[in-house]
């Protein structure tokens, strides 16, 4: 596990009155130690082992084969989901470098607002209600997805936690009610009661802090959690420039995509990020992909705000309206969406 694992996994749902043991690992040694989890995790890949820990997940019911999902390292909850954030007005934060990388989302009837990855980074998921409906806001360092979900189920609010179980490298969430498992970057339940039952997925934006700012002068910001974390650290320094992916033993994108290139996802669609940078803007399958710099990696150096240039994505539909949509890394897609339309070259 990386040092943010470790530090979390003693915490096991209450805040730490400890300061955090912070250790920024190389892309390097994080690969070198993903081989022994991948060949651990293997063996493990057992219910009989996992009722332990979860005596009220339904085990006999799942889309997955059992040997795929893995241990990330924590326990359940050692990832500390946050309920009901504090917010404060935008005017009022100053902590945020104007680059800094937030996932924001916008209803009617309430003021946006914008949650800093400087926060999910160790947290991955923000249960929260705005204007009435309950959300899932969440975000998955290890394939860099970040997608808010409707957190209804049949009309009926549940809210999330961390399980510490990845499949594809990506987060295993768990639903409060059923302890069912959920694949988080596509929203679909795996295992226990909620098999095969899919979250609707609300249209977020991964923008940058400044760009928040100015679309949403009057917007609200989820205050800092009563954690102690290094908030503003990336414990993944150099992931996003590293040859293979944490915790995945699955294949490479086609067509010689880096696996851990970014795509911007739409549905079962994928466009590369690096041809949208170049092109600026995009009109393809009923949509307008537009790019413009500011934002900085926050999966690059050791400071989030120091990160490379990745820059502001927006989706369109052909009225103007916002689309769903995620920027993860392309050997995610590539997992989850194996039959996936890669948009590479506009024909």
Known sequence: MTA????????AGQPSTRAPRT?????????????????????????????????????TRSAVDFDEIMSGGPPKDGIPAIHAPRLLPAAAETRLDPREPVLSYDRAGAPARAYPIRYLMWHEIVNDEVAGLPIAVTFCPLCNSGMVFDARIDGRPHAFGVSGKLRHSDMIMYDRRTESWWQQAVGEGIVGAYTGR???????????????????PDGLVMDEPDWRRAYGTNPYAGYDGARRPFLYAGEDPPHGVPPLARVVRVGHRAWPLARLREAGEIREAGLVLSWREGQAS?????RIAAGREVGNVVVRDAAGEDVA????????????????EWMLDGR
């Open 4 to 11: 943010r694992h470790a530090d979390a996994r003693s915490d």
């Open 23 to 59: 250790i920024w690992l190389s892309a390097s040694i994080i690969c070198q130690f993903a081989a022994l989890v991948l060949f651990a995790g293997a063996a493990l890949a057992d219910p009989l082992q996992w009722r332990r820990e979860w005596p009220n997940t339904d085990f």
């Open 198 to 216: 899919r979250l609707t997925q609300l249209p977020a934006r991964m923008e940058s802090w400044q760009a928040f700012r100015e679309a949403h």
């Open 298 to 302: 926050a999966l690059d150096t050791a």
């Open 325 to 340: 949509h995620d920027i993860p890394f392309a050997f995610a897609f590539h997992a989850l969406f194996p039959d996936g």
